[in-house]
Structure formats: structure tokens, C-alpha cells
């Protein structure tokens, strides 16, 4: 099979997951009847306004009762709760998978955003990316930095005492939950030392107007997202540091480094040009995946922290029972991560000579 | 690799692998700490009530708590919070006579040692004997007193118990919960203390006035906490001729104090520490049952999948792609969102083992396939052993090892996904170290350290034991990464 081919099948294996994970998502919502509970307070709203805007323009009671009743039947029909839930819900799937996210029916959503109700949820999602990628993509980012720099001389030095130190920090921040660390966080540098701020709702502002004073707001935002990022660096720094240590001693034990050694070529040259690059294609795996799973994988801290986020907005719609945003956002989610995972193949084949299927 | 085991000889292989673990620094700290885990687990399944679930939810229960109190043991460390006290009678202290009536008493002694004051007064009544005066039950007068060091006595409380008609002891299933009334005291305390009618007392603060030396300026009252020993007592008026002689099988007089037990208690009086006692078994429970399962059907999935190879084969790898591409947490989060609130913490479980097992799966399919090229194997086959046999006696054997360390790996993982959930906000009704969290998170109490810092320790802790076990497991099943 050749590249292009292998390249091929993969793409499509990521589509069809990209399908089915919306499908999933719809039929959950659909066939549990929570949709249904949704739609049907949402009309009982919209009716009670009617009936009561009908009553103080002083039209007569029978009338009243009729008009209500033919405006519920209108809404009933329009939001489609008089058909099965599968009639609903796969028109929303098309609708999401050709990119035609709808209109969010939450408050909350739209504040999370930062913008006047009601907000296109595609809107919203733009709004929010950006946010998740200021706090945690460049917190993972941050820790593949310090890890690659670090983590094959670990390797090289294990045993010694500050390879055990290292085990042991790995061992011990992979222990600790990540959003309980941030609440201590916030507590500490927040509310106590009042070094860093407690309410990050407000980097929002910072953020939307961005170009109109660039130093002044990145200073801001910086300002809001130094303690999220520190938090999450800590936490995750160790676990980066014990797998490139792993896969790096993987490589080490191998016969070509036994050589290399044996030709007397000095350390830093080993590491560079033998070992790294044999141990490079896990560890960008690593990183390739990490990358794309910060953007859907941090819901809690997102929501420890009250960051305005994609995590945030995903959990406000799921307390609001926002069914639209949801869809949307689930379909974000996993479109970035097979993103992430087919750029993962592209760079397997460039990157290791080996994988030919 | 080693050879296929025995029934009998599985006994020792886990005493060998005990024997192997403990051989390193983080096999040995791991599994210490998984046996004090463990006898913490069944310590708690065997003194908690087994409806603690309900008892926890109800705040019925934690009426004579206090409230937001940090540990008794802060005490020690000189913090003033002022001691908290529980004496329960099955008979009355003393015995006199008024009139008409018998007067049951109830008294105990209260050292106020610390610059505070205790949060309030209660008396707890159960099996309380109604009395009958020709036929008919009669109310019974309830009064608690405070006598002060400086000899003022406080009327707490006057209330009157009336009964139901036919029954002859009153308050069986539940007990009576009274509290010290505000309103009598602040009277009390005009009259009795400050022998003024001008002052300015507040309810709201009533019982610091019992417990405070009071001093008028202007109109405006300043309290300081009084210390020294306070008799505190309460008298039960019966009929004397009701010829009833010990007037309840059970009355408690609490002085709620300002701080309580090994781990304080919560927002509305719940003893932390045995929430945090009944989270032992709870998240042990999780943590296995997600993680042998998941466990085992990869390691099945894995087998299967590289044994029989063609249709089967690539059915199962398809599968793993599709789960392996799915974002977990938003799924998840929406799954038990859509669960009805009782079947939560199983559905959670339920979605880690689905989506538990790919990544096992794919490993133990590439193991196996060169297990399966073994001369044994073929000598097995050709010996006529059914692909079963050969599966369970010679195959999977050999990769338990490799499985038991994923499986260690992964118990932390339902753990601290429960906790996350619960954190997030969705209910799920157990007590759990991540509910403790989730309730100081929602009442916004960061700074309350004794409700925030033991669950999120010992969150910390089960993985940590998991981790090192791995770790230690790790080595023996990789031997390429022994540092030795």
C-alpha cells in the first residue's frame, strides 16, 4: 500500500468517527427524551408570555384560551415535538455536521461568550477557542518545552539521585487532581495573597477588544492567566517528564546507542543525533495529542477556575440544557482532535521509515 | 516471560509478586498504603450505619452539629474555639419535688476555657413516657437552664411537650430536637444580667450573651466571652401522681461548641470525617470494579482479536479507532447528565469501562501475535487442544503480568473522575470524597481548609498508591526500564 492510500483509509476511519460521534451524541439526547423535556419547557415559557400578553390587551377569556391553545399547537409543530425524537434529531445532525450550528436558546451561553443574547453558537465557539488556547493549549505547550529539554537527560542520568527526584515529582503531581490543585490555587494566590485575581470571568473584556491597545490587554490577560497556566504546568510537568523519560530509556537500551557509546562519540552528541531521534516519533505523539485533547479536556479546571473557555461554555450548556451548543461543541471537539490525530499520521510516515502498512 | 501456571500455584506467584513488589522503594510504600487503605475500607463498611447514604443527604440528622467547625485538635494547637460537649442519661441526674410535680433533672458542668463562644444549646428527647392523670395525657413542662460563673442563672428554654393521646411513651422512631430559643434569652438577659430595658440585644447572637460578660455603653452591648465553669441543666415538670419514675429512655444535653471532632464538620453541621470515612470504601469499590473490568476486556479483546485474526480482527481494531477518537469527558459529562440522578455514579463506571479497554486491547493484540507463532502453541494445537484451552492455559498466562500492571495503573482513573463530575456539579446522591469537595466548592468556601484539604489529600494519596504499585509492577513486567 502506498503512502497516499494508507493516508486515505485513515481519513476516512477519522470521518466516520467524526460521524458517529454526532450521531451518538443526538440519539443520546433524542432517545433519552431529554431534547423533549428541553423543547417542552421552552414552549411552556414562550406560551406563558403569550397568555399573558394576550390577557392585558383585555381580549375576551374563551378567545384567550383559544389562541393559547392554537399558539401551542403552532410551537409544538415548529420545534417538531409532535413527531418521533429520530425526526428531530437527525435533521439537527445534518445541520451540525454541514457546519449550520443554530442559535443558542441560553442566556448563559451568551455570557460566558461575552456577548448580548441570543449568540450564534458558532460564535460562541469562536469566541471561546481562543480562551482555551490562551490558558491551556500554551500550558501544554509550556510543559512539552521544559519536558524535551529535560527529559532525555533524565534518562541518560537514571538512577542518580536526581532522576529518583524526578520519579518521585512525576509520581506524585500525576496523583494530584488537577482542578482540586487549582482550587488550593485560588484560594492561596487569590483570595489570600490577593497576588492573582479570583475572578476570570473578566479576562473576557481583555480579550474581545484585543487590537484596540495590544500591550495593554496582553499584559491583562497575562495577568488573568499566569495562575491556570501555572497550576496546570505543575500538575503536568511530571507525568511529561516520566514518559519522554520512558520512552527515551526505551531507545537507550538499544543496540545502535551501545554502539555509539562504544565508538567513544561524547553524550551530548548521543542524545542529540541517536537517541532523540529515534524516540521522537512516540514523543510527538505525545505532544500532537495532548495538544489536541487541551481543548476538550479541561471542562473542570476550566470551570474551577470560572476561565470563559470552551470547557466553561461546554458546561453551562450542559446546565442549561442548551442542546444546540452542545451538539456544536461536541463536534468542535472532536473535530480538533482528529485533526490532531491525522496530523499525527501524516508525521508517523515522515518521521519513522518503518511505517509502511 | 514465565511458563503457564498451575490453579494451585497461584497462591504463590501472588506471594512471589508481594515478595517482588516490595523489593523497591515505591513497591513497598504502595503497598503499604494500599493495606491501610484497605483496612480503613473495611473499618468503615463495619461501624457506618448502612443507610449513611440517607443519613448523610438529610440535614435532619445533623441538627445538634455545629456548624463550619474545625477539628476538635485545633484546641491543642491553642486556636479559642470553645470545646464541644455531648452527655446522654438514661436517668435523671436528680429528682425533686415542686408542688404538685415531680421535677426529673438533667445537669452537667461546662468549662468555657478558650476566648469563644459555643454556637448553641440543645436538648435531644427519645422514649420520652407520657403521663396519664386519670386517663388523659398531660402536657409536660421542658425548662434548661444556664447558671454562670458570676451565679446568674439563664432560662434557655420553656417550652411545653404536648403528646398524642393514645400512645404511653412518645418520640420512639425519632427523636425531639430542641434548641436554645433566642428570643427568651435576649429577655433573660435584660432582665437578669443587664437590668436594663433600653439596650440593644440580638437575637441572632443570643447565645454568646449566656456565655459572654456583657457591658453597656450607650444603649450598645459589648460582649467578651466569660470563662469558667457553667452548670447547665434541664427539668422535665411531671404530674406526681402519674407515678411515672424515670421520665425518658434517652435525653442528650449538647453545648454546641465551635469546633468538632478529628475533621470538623460542614456548612450545615455533617461530621466530615465520616464522609470522608465512607469515601474509603466507595472509591476503592470504583476504582477496582472500573478497572478489572476494563481490564479484562481488553485484555480478552486483545487476545481474541490477534488469535483469530481476519473479520474479527478488524472489526475490533475499527472499534478502537472510533472509541480512541471520541473526546471522552464532554461524552461523559453528557451521559450522566441525561441519567436519572440514582443511577449515576453507575453509569460513570459504565462509560470508563467502555471506553476503558482500547488501549490495553491494541497492546495485547501485538504480544499475542507473537506468542501465537511459539512452537508450543502449534504443539498445543497439534495435539488437538480446542482454541479455548489454548487461549486461557497458554496464551493469557503470559500476559497477565503486563495486564495487572495496566490494570493498577488504571484504578485511580473512575476515582478521580467521579470526584471531577461531582466537583463540576452533577449529583450523584453517594458520599464521596468528590461530593465533600463539590459541596465546599458550591457554597464558595475555599478558605474553609478543613473541608477543602483531606478529600483533595486523599484523592491524592489512592493514586498515589496506585502509581507506585505501577511503577514497581512496571519494572518487574518491563525488565528495560530497572535501573538496577
Redesign the interface.
Known amino acids: 500500500m502506498g503512502v497516499g492510500t494508507v493516508l486515505a483509509r485513515r481519513a476516512v476511519?477519522?470521518t466516520?468517527?467524526?460521524i458517529?460521534?454526532v450521531f451518538?451524541?443526538a440519539i443520546?439526547?433524542g432517545a433519552?427524551g431529554?431534547d423533549k423535556a428541553v423543547w417542552q419547557a421552552i414552549i411552556n415559557e414562550q406560551v406563558r408570555a403569550y397568555q399573558t400578553s394576550l390577557l392585558r390587551g383585555h381580549t375576551a377569556p374563551e378567545k384567550v384560551r383559544e389562541l393559547v391553545q392554537q399558539y401551542k399547537e403552532k410551537l409544538i409543530k415548529l420545534y417538531g415535538l409532535d413527531k418521533p425524537w429520530y425526526e428531530r434529531s437527525l435533521p439537527l445532525v445534518w445541520r451540525t455536521l454541514t457546519f449550520h450550528l443554530g442559535i443558542s436558546d441560553s442566556y448563559e451561553v451568551a455570557d460566558v461568550a461575552g456577548v448580548p443574547y441570543p449568540v450564534k453558537v458558532s460564535d460562541a465557539i469562536l469566541l471561546c477557542l481562543p480562551r482555551t488556547i490562551v490558558m491551556i493549549t500554551i500550558a501544554q505547550l509550556i510543559c512539552a518545552l521544559i519536558a524535551l529539554r529535560v527529559g532525555p537527560t533524565i534518562a541518560y542520568k537514571?538512577?542518580t539521585g536526581f532522576?529518583r527526584a524526578i520519579?518521585s515529582y512525576a509520581?506524585?503531581t500525576?496523583?494530584?487532581?488537577v482542578?482540586?490543585l487549582g482550587?488550593?490555587m485560588?484560594?492561596i494566590f487569590g483570595?489570600?495573597l490577593g497576588i492573582f485575581p479570583t475572578d476570570y470571568r473578566a479576562v473576557i473584556a481583555y480579550m474581545m477588544n484585543f487590537w484596540s491597545k495590544p500591550l495593554y490587554n496582553l499584559a491583562n490577560i497575562m495577568y488573568y492567566a499566569t495562575l491556570p497556566i501555572i497550576t496546570i504546568v505543575i500538575t503536568f510537568l511530571g507525568s511529561w517528564f516520566y514518559s519522554i523519560r520512558?520512552m527515551v530509556?526505551?531507545v537507550v537500551?538499544e543496540d545502535f546507542v551501545m554502539v555509539a557509546k562504544a565508538k567513544g562519540l561524547p553524550e551530548k552528541y548521543i542524545i542529540s543525533k541517536h537517541v532523540l531521534r529515534a524516540a521522537i516519533p512516540p514523543v510527538i505523539t505525545n505532544v500532537i495529542l495532548s495538544l489536541a485533547?487541551s481543548i476538550?479536556?479541561y471542562?473542570?479546571t476550566e470551570?474551577?477556575f470560572d476561565w470563559p473557555g470552551m470547557g466553561t461554555l461546554?458546561?453551562v450548556a450542559?446546565?442549561t440544557a442548551d442542546i444546540t451548543t452542545?451538539l456544536g461543541?461536541?463536534y468542535m471537539?472532536?473535530i480538533v482532535?482528529?485533526i490532531g490525530?491525522f496530523i499525527l499520521e501524516v508525521l508517523y510516515i515522515f518521521l519513522d521509515p518503518r511505517v509502511r502498512y | 516471560m514465565s511458563r503457564p501456571h498451575k490453579k494451585s500455584r497461584v497462591g504463590e506467584t501472588l506471594i512471589n509478586w508481594v515478595k517482588e513488589i516490595s523489593s523497591y522503594t515505591s513497591g513497598k510504600v504502595g503497598l503499604a498504603l494500599l493495606l491501610i487503605f484497605v483496612v480503613i475500607s473495611i473499618y468503615a463498611l463495619v461501624t457506618l450505619p448502612p443507610n449513611f447514604k440517607y443519613i448523610w443527604s438529610n440535614p435532619r440528622c445533623w441538627q445538634d452539629y455545629p456548624e463550619l467547625a474545625p477539628p476538635a485538635w485545633v484546641r491543642m494547637l491553642g486556636y479559642q474555639r470553645a470545646a464541644h460537649k455531648v452527655v446522654t442519661y438514661d436517668t435523671p441526674s436528680r429528682i425533686r419535688v415542686y408542688g404538685p410535680y415531680r421535677v426529673f433533672i438533667y445537669s452537667t458542668y461546662y468549662d468555657l476555657d478558650v476566648k469563644d463562644y459555643p454556637q448553641d444549646l440543645i436538648i435531644e428527647l427519645k422514649d420520652v413516657r407520657v403521663p396519664k392523670v386519670s386517663g388523659r395525657a398531660v402536657p409536660v413542662m421542658l425548662r434548661m437552664y444556664v447558671k454562670r460563673p458570676d451565679g446568674k442563672v439563664i432560662k434557655v428554654i420553656d417550652t411545653t411537650l404536648y403528646f398524642p393521646k393514645n400512645v404511653s411513651v412518645a418520640y420512639t422512631n425519632q427523636s425531639l430536637v430542641i434548641s436554645a430559643n433566642r428570643k427568651l434569652i435576649v429577655s433573660e438577659v435584660l432582665y437578669k444580667v443587664l437590668n436594663s430595658t433600653s439596650a440593644q440585644l440580638s437575637p441572632a447572637v443570643a447565645v454568646n450573651y449566656v456565655f459572654g460578660k456583657l457591658r453597656l455603653n450607650a444603649s450598645k452591648v459589648i460582649v467578651t466571652p466569660l470563662e469558667g465553669t457553667y452548670k447547665v441543666y434541664a427539668e422535665l415538670y411531671y404530674p406526681a401522681s402519674s407515678g411515672i419514675i424515670n421520665p425518658a429512655g434517652f435525653v442528650r444535653l449538647v453545648i454546641v461548641g465551635d469546633c468538632y471532632g478529628l475533621l470538623g464538620t460542614d456548612n450545615i453541621g455533617r461530621d466530615l470525617a465520616q464522609a470522608i470515612l465512607y469515601g474509603f470504601p466507595i472509591a476503592l469499590m470504583i476504582g477496582f470494579v472500573t478497572a478489572v473490568a476494563s481490564t479484562l476486556i481488553g485484555l480478552f479483546a486483545g487476545v481474541i482479536s490477534a488469535y483469530y485474526g481476519g473479520l474479527v480482527d478488524e472489526f475490533l481494531q475499527r472499534l478502537i479507532d472510533v472509541m480512541g477518537n471520541i473526546p471522552l469527558l464532554p461524552f461523559l459529562i453528557l451521559l450522566v447528565d441525561v441519567t436519572p440522578v440514582e443511577y449515576r455514579l453507575q453509569v460513570i463506571m459504565l462509560v470508563l469501562v467502555v471506553f476503558g479497554w482500547g488501549g490495553l486491547a491494541i497492546t495485547v493484540r501485538a504480544m499475542t501475535l507473537s506468542i501465537k507463532e511459539e512452537p508450543y502453541i502449534e504443539a498445543a494445537r497439534a495435539i488437538g487442544a480446542s482454541n479455548a484451552r489454548i487461549i486461557l492455559r497458554h496464551i493469557v498466562p503470559q500476559i497477565v503480568p503486563y495486564a495487572t500492571a495496566t490494570l493498577v495503573f488504571s484504578v485511580p482513573g473512575a476515582i478521580l473522575a467521579e470526584a471531577g463530575l461531582s466537583v463540576l456539579g452533577l449529583e450523584h446522591g453517594w458520599p464521596t470524597w468528590g461530593r465533600v469537595l463539590a459541596a465546599a466548592r458550591m457554597t464558595g468556601r475555599y478558605d474553609v481548609w478543613w473541608w477543602i484539604l483531606p478529600p483533595g489529600i486523599l484523592l491524592a494519596l489512592t493514586s498515589l498508591t496506585f502509581v507506585l504499585l505501577g511503577m514497581a509492577l512496571e519494572t518487574i513486567v518491563e525488565p528495560r526500564l530497572r535501573t538496577r
Do not use: C, E, Q
Open positions: 476511519a477519522l466516520v468517527a467524526l458517529i460521534v451518538l451524541t443520546i439526547m433519552t431529554y537514571r538512577g532522576d520519579v509520581a506524585l500525576n496523583a494530584l487532581p482542578w482540586w482550587m488550593l485560588i484560594y483570595f489570600r520512558a530509556l526505551r537500551k485533547a476538550s479536556g471542562i473542570i470551570s474551577v461546554y458546561w450542559i446546565t452542545i461543541l461536541t471537539f472532536t482532535y482528529i490525530r
